[in-house]
T-cell receptor, first 112, second 109 residues
Framework: DSGVTQTPKHLITATGQRVTLRCSPRSGDLSVYWYQQSLDQGLQFLIHYYNGEERAKGNILERFSAQQFPDLHSELNLSSLELGDSALYFC???????????FGEGSWLTVV | KNEVEQSPQNLTAQEGEFITINCSYSVGISALHWLQQHPGGGIVSLFMLSSGKKKHGRLIATINIQEKHSSLHITASHPRDSAVYICAVPSFGNEKLTFGTGTRLTIIP
C-alpha cells in the first residue's frame, strides 16, 4: 500500500459525459501528479500540483482540468468525454519535486 | 524533451536467470526512476538514483550519468518478478517525468 488513495477504481461512462477522479496523497506529501496510461500512448504526464499551486502541465487536453485543495487532496475533471479518453489514470504524490514518487492504484475509465 | 528508450521491449526468461533491463535517455538529468507495474495495473517505485548503484533485495539499479544510461538487474529471478518495468526521467526542474515504453518481463517456472 503506497498510501495514495484514488477513487473510483473503475468507471464506465458514455461519450459526452463528465467525470471527476479523486486522489488523496500520502500524509505529508505536498506534490500531487496526474498521469494517463493508454494502450497506444503509454504513461503520459498530465499535471503537477505542489501545495495547492499548479507547477507543471504536460499534454493535458483543454477538456481536462485539475485542482489541489487546501487539505492537499486533488481532483481531475474530465469533460466532453470521447472514446479515446478511455485509459488508466494514475495519481501519485511525493514530498516535493525531485523526491521518490508514490503511485495510487489508478482509476480505470472506460468511455462507451 | 528528454527521449527515453528502453530495451528490450519484451523479455522471457527461466526462473533463476539473471535479468538486465536497459534505459537510455537523451538529456542530462539529476536522477532516474525505476518503476514496476504489476499485471493488475498498480505501479510501485523501485528506485530513484542519481549516481552509482542501489540495491534492494534481489534488485540492483545502476546509472552512468556521463553515458546517460541506466540498468536494472534482477538476480535469481522468480515468477513473481513478472511485470512491466519502466524507467522515467525528470524534466522541467523535476516537475514532471518522461517515461520509457517499458519492458515486459515474464519469468517461467
Amino acid at each position: 500500500d503506497s498510501g495514495v488513495t484514488q477513487t473510483p477504481k473503475h468507471l464506465i461512462t458514455a461519450t459526452g459525459q463528465r467525470v471527476t477522479l479523486r486522489c488523496s496523497p500520502r500524509s505529508g506529501d505536498l506534490s500531487v501528479y496526474w498521469y494517463q496510461q493508454s494502450l497506444d500512448q503509454g504513461l503520459q504526464f498530465l499535471i503537477h500540483y505542489y501545495n495547492g499551486e499548479e507547477r507543471a502541465k504536460g499534454n493535458i487536453l483543454e477538456r481536462f482540468s485539475a485542482q489541489q485543495f487546501p487539505d492537499l487532496h486533488s481532483e481531475l475533471n474530465l469533460s466532453s468525454l470521447e472514446l479515446g479518453d478511455s485509459a488508466l489514470y494514475f495519481c501519485a504524490s511525493s514530498v516535493g519535486p525531485g523526491n521518490t514518487i508514490y503511485f495510487g492504484e489508478g482509476s480505470w475509465l472506460t468511455v462507451v | 524533451k528528454n527521449e527515453v528508450e528502453q530495451s528490450p521491449q519484451n523479455l522471457t526468461a527461466q526462473e533463476g536467470e539473471f535479468i538486465t533491463i536497459n534505459c537510455s535517455y537523451s538529456v542530462g538529468i539529476s536522477a532516474l526512476h525505476w518503476l514496476q507495474q504489476h499485471p493488475g495495473g498498480g505501479i510501485v517505485s523501485l528506485f530513484m538514483l542519481s549516481s552509482g548503484k542501489k540495491k534492494h533485495g534481489r534488485l540492483i539499479a545502476t546509472i552512468n550519468i556521463q553515458e546517460k544510461h541506466s540498468s536494472l538487474h534482477i538476480t535469481a529471478s522468480h515468477p513473481r518478478d513478472s511485470a512491466v518495468y519502466i524507467c522515467a526521467v525528470p524534466s522541467f526542474g523535476n516537475e514532471k517525468l518522461t517515461f520509457g515504453t517499458g519492458t515486459r518481463l515474464t519469468i517461467i517456472p
